[in-house]
T-cell receptor, first 108, second 112 residues
């Protein structure tokens, strides 16, 4: 089946720094989502991005479907950005396949 | 619009028991999917229901089952609980295939 790899697995930043999270996938996908998992476990939608670039405040995402990767950019990070970021791809059957996540810690 | 609602939020069960979890999707959404999250295996797909029919199933034993009602609400059942079933169970709703999925807050199941 399709493989979804996220890097880096862990990331520690000082408040105010910028970061880039990467998601590689091994086969063609129908769609791609980025999520932030809050401390209580809920997955919060960040981007629904099959291709191209989207921006939402300090966050932006780019998916290059032909090269099978997506990037999530976080600028001017804040302590509230801490948590685990997941990339998930939508396969032909319609379900999501998740990567293992990037655990982000933003220090004050 | 109200979001995806899962109940209960926390549950403690004993090995061998069975458990039923509930998920109410966003109004108008007809697809409900279930995922299991554990530290070792990460987030894994359990099954998906659309208009009361199971359309897709992940690689889980038959002890895991589900259903969807005519109002799109879904339940999942785990019978003969094992310690390894301890996990966060997440429900997602979407309008249909290849549309954005939205998750509930999850049910944290502990099997003792």
């Amino acid at each position: 089946g399709i493989q979804v790899e996220q890097s880096p697995p862990d990331l520690i930043l000082q408040e105010g720094a910028n970061s880039t999270l990467r998601c590689n996938f091994s086969d063609s996908v129908n769609n791609l989502q980025w999520f932030h998992q809050n401390p209580w476990g809920q997955l919060i939608n960040l981007f629904y991005i099959p291709s191209g670039t989207k921006q939402n405040g300090r966050l932006s995402a780019t998916t290059v479907a032909t090269e099978r990767y997506s990037l999530l950019y976080i600028s001017s990070s804040q302590t509230t950005d801490s948590g685990v970021y997941f990339c998930a791809v939508v396969v032909s059957q319609g379900n999501l396949i998740f990567g293992k996540g990037t655990k982000l810690s933003v220090k004050p | 619009k109200a979001g995806v609602t899962q109940t209960p939020r926390y549950l403690i069960k004993t090995r061998g028991q069975q458990v039923t979890l509930s998920c109410s999707p966003i109004s108008g959404h007809r697809s409900v999917s279930w995922y299991q999250q554990t530290p070792g295996q990460g987030l894994q797909f359990l099954f998906e229901y659309f208009s009361e029919t199971q359309r897709n199933k992940g690689n889980f034993p038959g002890r895991f089952s589900g259903r969807q009602f005519s109002n799109s609400r879904s339940e999942m059942n785990v019978s003969t609980l094992e310690l390894g079933d301890s996990a966060l169970y997440l429900c997602a709703s979407s309008e249909g295939t290849n549309t954005e999925a939205f998750f509930g807050q999850g049910t944290r199941l502990t099997v003792v």
